[in-house]
């Protein structure tokens, strides 16, 4: 019985290994060949080559004159940094006023923020581009950060609501025994134990603004304002062909920061959801 629950253990553990090595291959090779001279890469598909080079990352890092990769990285980082504050700030206040606080017709407003997660985000485009090119905010990042300070994001509110709900009002009612007020139970007790759904938070805000390109190209037109992902799509001439070294060396490097904060952080992800029930 044992020797038979170790096989099926064993060949369990094998075809997870086999897996991961086979959806691994396409990032493998990406990086490999961002190393390889451009007429090497598709005629060696190969993961190895018999010649290496860093004319890639060189030739991709100035792809523009005048403005280099690390431009696109600086306005990346700057438009991800304000993303993740501003979700942490305004998606927790309201989700504590959800959660926690009495209003009128709370059930209903928390049921129309749940429909705006099933909005799709192509009907309010036309109306939201109108309001940003009359506000002078086109080619800027403002379309991409302010939205964000007013809570916009329904998906973390209610991530944030179905985790406070856990938390005991025992010690809402201790801390307003102890004098302390509505923000100061949020700031005292609420937040420090939220923290693992925050992290979350952070980390799901930081990786899908750093990805977001259709958001970036929209409101984004010049190259000074360029992010990442738009700096990628400049390896992209108007015939549809490309310069593949440099778009893998920079691919591998626009990688870099979202791989480092997913595995520095992973454990809070599997946290801050494992613990968030859905609870009335």
Request: charged share 10%.
């Amino acid at each position: 019985m044992n020797q038979s629950s170790n096989t099926s253990k064993l060949l369990t553990h094998v075809f997870i290994i086999l897996f991961g090595l086979f959806m691994l291959y396409p990032v493998v090779w990406m990086v490999t060949s961002s190393f390889k001279p451009e007429t090497l890469i598709f005629s060696s598909p190969s993961i190895f080559s018999k010649e290496w080079t860093l004319d890639n990352y060189t030739n991709g890092w100035n792809v523009v004159r005048n403005v280099n990769f690390g431009q696109f990285f600086k306005n990346s980082f700057l438009i991800s940094i304000i993303a993740v504050i501003a979700n942490l700030v305004t998606c927790s206040m309201a989700a504590y006023a959800f959660a926690r606080l009495k209003f009128p017709l709370k059930k209903l407003w928390f049921a129309c923020m749940l429909m705006t997660i099933m909005l799709p985000a192509h009907a309010t485009l036309i109306p939201q581009y109108t309001i940003f090119h009359n506000l002078g905010w086109v080619n800027s990042i403002l379309p991409l950060t302010v939205p964000k300070l007013l809570a916009t994001d329904a998906f973390f509110i209610f991530l944030m609501v179905q985790f406070f709900r856990g938390i005991p009002r025992e010690l809402d009612e201790s801390a307003i025994m102890d004098g302390c007020g509505i923000f100061q139970i949020y700031t005292r007790i609420i937040m420090p134990l939220a923290v693992p759904v925050l992290i979350t938070t952070a980390i799901f805000t930081f990786i899908w603004t750093w990805d977001d390109f259709f958001s970036q190209i929209l409101y984004l037109n010049t190259v000074d304002n360029f992010t990442v992902p738009l700096g990628l799509r400049l390896f992209l001439d108007s015939q549809g062909e490309s310069s593949w070294g440099s778009v893998f060396a920079m691919s591998v490097l626009s990688l870099i920061p979202i791989t480092t904060v997913f595995f520095i952080f992973q454990r809070y992800i599997v946290e801050g959801i494992a613990t968030t029930g859905i609870k009335g």
